[in-house]
């Protein structure tokens, strides 16, 4: 009776983990095909299993704009921003235990100091979207300036024969270091043809990685140019000059804004050591003279 029992108990675990691998292989496919659309349908957004708070979360505009702000970033998976929201709560919940860590070891409470937990809190959720801010400014920089290089390129390409499609693997397989930005971009645009993709879907998904001014306009350019035989070498050299242009503007607001700086550190540190020097004597001249008056 009890090895009876011993067979069906083993029978029934053996049956057990077979499901549970089949349940395993069955998941594994089930994401791979998840994978695949994805692939596919870049616009299509992600369910999130677990979504905030609308008064933690960001909804209408502040959700568009922190899509694009993440876009510019480099971050184009369609669970980013969730992945950021999180990623910010976690943030200001730190900077709070932080904050009344602190408190318990200086002050001997945890809530000693409450303004100063509320304002860690603040400061760090606050300083994660400027955080974003930088790095997409900064991505944002990079790519604009180096599109004069990479349009060049292209037109010197285009020139000597090749084809738009042998442009584009010749800068992915060969021209890394000259633009390396976007040598990477365009290796992902050559590995969506390879995959089978059609070149309308993966030059808008090219112009979404890129996700600065001008790349929706000039991913429309090379559909014209692909598929209804429109010359593209003066249009390219319209926007590598469009492109030059940006980068001059933004050399001198850069300059602009260096000025203001120093301005502001003279007024900070020249201006008191001039009013010293300057208002020193007079200040010492009229002690004096009250000082000899009260005798």
């Not at 950021?84 to 408190?103: K, Q, S």
């Not at 860690?120 to 400014?137: D, E, P, T, Y």
């Not at 604009?144 to 042998?166: H, I, N, R, Y």
Request: positive net charge; hydrophobic residues 55%; aromatic residues 8%.
């Amino acid at each position: 009776m009890p090895s009876a029992f011993f067979l069906a108990c083993l029978l029934m675990a053996l049956i057990g983990i077979g499901i549970a691998l089949f349940g395993g292989r069955m998941l594994i496919a089930d994401q791979r095909l998840e994978a695949r659309l994805a692939r596919l349908a870049p616009t299509r957004q992600a369910k999130p299993a677990l979504r905030l708070p609308t008064i933690l979360g960001a909804e209408g505009r502040n959700r568009s704009t922190l899509e694009r702000q993440l876009q510019l970033a480099g971050y184009q998976d369609p669970r980013a921003i969730n992945h950021f929201l999180w990623l910010r709560l976690a943030a200001t919940l730190l900077a709070a235990l932080l904050a009344a860590l602190l408190c318990r070891i200086l002050w001997h409470g945890w809530l000693s100091r409450p303004m100063l937990i509320v304002i860690a809190a603040g400061l760090a959720f606050v300083g994660a979207r400027q955080a974003l801010n930088l790095l997409a400014s900064g991505r944002a920089r990079k790519i604009t300036a180096e599109f004069p290089f990479l349009l060049d390129l292209m037109l010197m390409m285009l020139a000597s024969g090749v084809s738009l499609d042998q442009c584009f693997r010749s800068i992915a397989r060969d021209e890394q270091v000259a633009v390396p930005h976007h040598g990477q971009l365009i290796a992902l645009l050559v590995t969506d043809l390879d995959r089978g993709m059609r070149y309308e879907l993966a030059l808008d998904r090219w112009a979404s990685r890129v996700a600065v001014s001008g790349a929706k306009e000039l991913a429309s350019l090379f559909r014209q140019a692909m598929f209804q035989g429109i010359e593209l070498a003066p249009a390219l050299r319209e926007f590598a000059r469009e492109f030059t242009q940006r980068r001059v503007a933004r050399a001198r607001e850069a300059m602009g804004g260096i000025t203001v700086r120093m301005v502001v550190l003279m007024i900070l540190f020249f201006m008191p050591a001039l009013f010293i020097v300057l208002g020193g004597p007079p200040v010492v001249a009229i002690l004096d003279t009250l000082r000899a008056s009260a005798r």
